[in-house]
Each structure stands twice: as structure tokens, then as C-alpha cells.
């Protein structure tokens, strides 16, 4: 099992930056791929960020230019930098972990994670 524990949401105006973490723990060695999946109510999960043991990474087309995604692995954490947020980008954003040895654009299409954090809520104001 994976444990993933999310941090760094909040409220911000449009324009504005923030940066999201998620710490790892339990069982990692078994993790090949992270990254960020957020969610608006009533609508479906989209793939915001992955990055892949093999080196892959995906960006969501609505995010791609303007967020980063980072991990540090002596830390166990996975970062997600956020530039230029707009009011669209409102949602919980979930940090998650999958096993498959899969590239980063499959799990960006599909949501196929296996491991999935509570959330943490970001809010863009206009």
C-alpha cells in the first residue's frame, strides 16, 4: 500500500502562482508513475500532470505552458508549480500513484491510478 498526503491549496487571484506537494509513504518502491488529477463537482476526473520512472511527462492540454510538475525522490515528495492560474483551474486536485509500467500519457488519458491522496482544494478568483 501507498499512502499520498496532499498540501499547498488554497485561494488565489487569477494570474496568481501556487505550489502543490504530496509525500509518499509505504510501500514506493512498487510506485513507476505520479502525478495530478483534479476534479469540479458533477464533472469527471481530468489529468492535470505525470511523471514516469522512464522518464515521461504528460500535461492536461488545459494546464500545459503553465504548470510544472517535480519530484524529489530523497524526499518521497511530488510537487505540482502552478503559474498564471486561472478561474477555470478551480477544483480539487488529487495527488496519485500507479504501478503499471505504463508512459505518462496513458495514465493522463485514462486516470488508471492505483493509489489516490484525500485532495486539496484550489480556488482562482476573478
Known amino acids: 500500500q501507498v499512502q499520498l498526503v496532499e498540501s499547498g491549496g488554497g485561494s488565489v487571484q487569477a494570474g496568481g502562482s501556487l505550489r502543490l506537494s504530496c509525500v509518499a509513504s509505504?510501500?514506493?518502491?512498487?510506485?513507476?508513475?505520479m502525478g495530478w488529477v483534479r476534479q469540479v463537482p458533477g464533472k469527471a476526473r481530468e489529468g492535470v500532470a505525470v511523471t514516469c520512472n522512464d522518464g515521461s511527462i504528460s500535461y492536461g492540454d488545459d494546464v500545459a505552458g503553465r504548470f510544472n510538475i517535480s519530484k524529489d525522490n530523497d524526499k518521497n515528495t511530488l510537487y505540482l508549480q502552478m503559474n498564471s492560474l486561472k478561474p477555470e483551474d478551480t477544483a480539487m486536485y488529487y495527488c496519485a500513484a500507479g504501478e503499471s509500467r505504463l508512459r505518462a500519457l496513458y495514465y493522463i488519458r485514462s486516470r488508471n491510478f492505483n493509489y489516490w491522496g484525500q485532495g486539496t482544494q484550489v480556488t482562482v478568483s476573478s
Open positions: 509505504g510501500s514506493i518502491s512498487s510506485v513507476f508513475c
